[in-house]
């Protein structure tokens, strides 16, 4: 049963023994091969969803397409730790849409998840290409099989593909998450539009020269496809800002992309402001909203008693001392 593609036999390979069981073991001389195994699924066949992504480049002309996995929340493949799970829930299957480019030899495509911020990702799977059997222009999977023997942080991850022989190219082709586990229950939601909303705990007063905290929460709507920017500014009562935090969307201080935001799900983002010291003394009010920062359009506000005519929402009102 050896693989023509990778030139490798899955059946020596951990994660065909967590998909598959022996059932039978024969001989026979006509067949090349002989002894065989036969072997059954364990578990029903895997079903496959598209992760938010685009193209991307890896270099010599190949292009990868799209990735899909068998999972869109890593949380369901790391339970409590107490829990027993077969050895194909913990099966984190990814495949990739490939695109031939030039004959460049035989070559390894390396994947892993990794933090959008940085840091520890997810366990690296390769796969040895042999790229002259590909026709420029011709389209094919290939399969990155892995598993999670850990419970997952919440937290977004880039899916990084390209060769470990020019690891200089690394792109990422799409994003897949550790859905958050709050339930924040203590904030009032102010409804966007889409099914987004949005509350703040702020506090009632500041300083002169302080630096202003604030925690927002997000409640997801219908997914869009936009990894928006959200902001939060200091207003007078007039109507013009005084001060600003933008920064994209974060959960619990790590970047979180609204891209693989689930609906209805909550997730926890920290804003900082610097006041100004030379700012007067007075009541202001905190808006906040969501912006596309590639075309700086604003996420739509439904007509609300607290809304902006700039597409923003007031959420609070802050005294300046």
């Known amino acids: 049963m050896r693989n023509s593609i990778y030139d490798i036999d899955p059946q020596t390979e951990d994660w065909f023994h967590m998909l598959y069981h022996p059932i039978q073991k024969f001989q026979d001389d006509r067949f090349w091969g002989s002894p065989m195994t036969a072997w059954q699924r364990t578990d029903p066949a895997p079903q496959y969803a598209a992760l938010p992504g685009a193209e991307a480049d890896i270099g010599d002309g190949w292009t990868v397409l799209a990735i899909e996995s068998n999972v869109a929340d890593l949380h369901a493949l790391s339970k409590n730790p107490s829990e027993k799970l077969s050895k194909s829930e913990h099966a984190l299957l990814f495949r990739a849409h490939i695109r031939a480019g030039a004959h460049v030899g035989n070559r390894t495509l390396r994947l892993q998840p990794v933090l959008v911020d940085g840091g520890d990702g997810l366990n690296v799977v390769s796969r040895i290409v042999y790229t002259d059997r590909w026709m420029p222009g011709e389209e094919g999977w290939i399969d990155f099989p892995t598993t999670v023997r850990r419970p997952a942080h919440d937290a977004a991850y880039a899916i990084e593909i390209g060769w470990l022989e020019t690891p200089d190219i690394r792109a990422h082709a799409a994003l897949l998450a550790a859905q958050p586990q709050t339930n924040a229950t203590n904030v009032q939601m102010f409804a966007l539009s889409d099914g987004y909303a949005v509350g703040m705990n702020a506090p009632a007063a500041t300083a002169q020269g302080a630096t202003l905290h604030s925690q927002l929460l997000w409640r997801a709507g219908a997914h869009v496809g936009t990894n928006w920017t959200a902001f939060v500014h200091l207003r007078a009562k007039a109507g013009n800002t005084v001060a600003q935090s933008d920064h994209p969307l974060r959960h619990q201080g790590a970047s979180f992309p609204a891209s693989v935001w689930r609906t209805k799900c909550l997730y926890e983002d920290d804003f900082s402001i610097n006041v100004p010291t030379n700012l007067a ?31 923003g929402i007031k959420l609070a009102t802050v005294t300046v001392k």
């Open 281 to 311: 003394r007075g009541q202001y009010e905190l808006v906040v909203g969501l912006y596309n920062p590639t075309t700086g359009q604003r996420m739509t506000v439904d007509n609300a008693p607290h809304r902006t005519a700039d597409g």
